[in-house]
């Protein structure tokens, strides 16, 4: 299993196109952040100190929750093409079992998800030291690390269910289209969840990759936002925190960050067996 993840790994970084488009919706977000709307959403709260500086860490959460995602999806466009080229048949005939050939798609994919997510944590760690921001601690870093393995495992599970239902190149770059058009909004990056109508954040809320969004931005921001609305009243701070997706409220109930880590991991969990499910009927 470990060469045939190997062998994966190789043929996903050598393949410059599959890496860009991994990271292509990261790329758009981050130019829209830069172009105009990081002016606009600081200018939204003028009365809040280094308004720009808890944007910038907001959008920098955003991106490293959504890169897990998008680079599981790019990764297991090795399997896809395996399968289109009958390559697969030639592996089947070697000493390697099927499940060991399905775990080594499995693994390569998380694999990538968690390097292309550290590269992603890097760059937005430099922007933010470059806008004048503080270096993370590495309690901090700790965190984000965990919730990295965590999100890119719920990503992975997430992804192959996805890709299971595809045996063709042009239906698997459609959906990958789709899903790297869609990500943005579907975690409230794009535009603040307090900025879109009920039912929207309602679909943003149970989309499992907005909870991962949510952790990051709690432990990202924490600190500025703690800072920033000493001097503002407790319910517009829980009001600014609602509006731009770092806590999450149904009602009068506000999700706690251990609800949102037991909703990654199931999650996970279910849409991993779903995955095995659908692929156990397609060998029938």
């Known amino acids: 299993m470990m060469v045939f993840t190997k062998r994966n790994l190789l043929v996903f970084f050598r393949d410059?196109?599959?890496?860009?488009?991994?990271?292509?919706?990261?790329?758009?977000?981050?130019?829209?952040?830069?172009?105009?709307?990081?002016?606009?959403?600081?200018?939204?709260?003028?009365?809040?100190?280094?308004?720009?500086?808890i944007m910038d860490s907001w959008i920098m959460a955003g991106l490293i929750a959504v890169t897990p995602f998008t680079a599981a999806m790019g990764a297991f466009g090795t399997m896809i093409t395996d399968?289109?080229?009958?390559?697969?048949?030639?592996?089947?005939c070697s000493p390697v079992s099927r499940f060991g050939i399905t775990s080594g798609y499995i693994v390569s994919s998380f694999i990538i998800g968690v390097i292309l997510s550290l590269f992603t944590l890097v760059l937005a760690q430099g922007y933010i030291l470059i806008q004048g921001g503080e270096l993370i601690s590495f309690l901090v870093f700790v965190k984000i690390l965990g919730i990295i393995l965590l999100s890119t495992f719920m990503s992975t599970s997430f992804a192959f269910f996805i890709v299971s239902f595809f045996n063709s190149q042009n239906g698997f770059a459609t959906a990958s289209t789709i899903s790297g058009t869609?990500?943005?909004?579907?975690?409230?990056?794009?535009?603040?969840?307090?900025?879109?109508?009920?039912?929207?954040?309602?679909?943003?809320?149970?989309?499992p990759v907005s909870h991962s969004a949510?952790?990051?931005?709690?432990?990202?921001?924490?600190?500025?936002?703690?800072?920033?609305?000493?001097?503002?009243?407790v319910e517009a701070a829980d009001e600014i925190k609602q509006m731009l997706g770092v806590v999450f409220k149904f009602n009068e109930y506000t999700m706690t960050p251990s609800v949102h880590l037991l909703i990654l991991i199931v999650t996970g969990i279910l849409f991993f067996g779903l995955a095995l499910l659908s692929m156990s009927r397609k060998k029938k």
Do not use: H
């Open 16 to 53: 410059k196109a599959a890496v860009f488009f991994s990271l292509l919706a990261s790329l758009i977000i981050v130019v829209l952040y830069l172009l105009f709307l990081g002016d606009v959403w600081s200018n939204s709260f003028p009365g809040i100190e280094n308004a720009r500086s």
């Open 83 to 92: 399968r289109t080229s009958k390559i697969y048949k030639d592996f089947y």
């Open 182 to 207: 869609l990500i943005g909004f579907l975690t409230g990056i794009y535009l603040p969840i307090g900025m879109l109508p009920n039912a929207v954040q309602y679909i943003i809320k149970f989309f």
């Open 214 to 233: 949510v952790l990051l931005r709690q432990i990202m921001m924490g600190k500025m936002m703690d800072k920033a609305f000493e001097q503002i009243p």
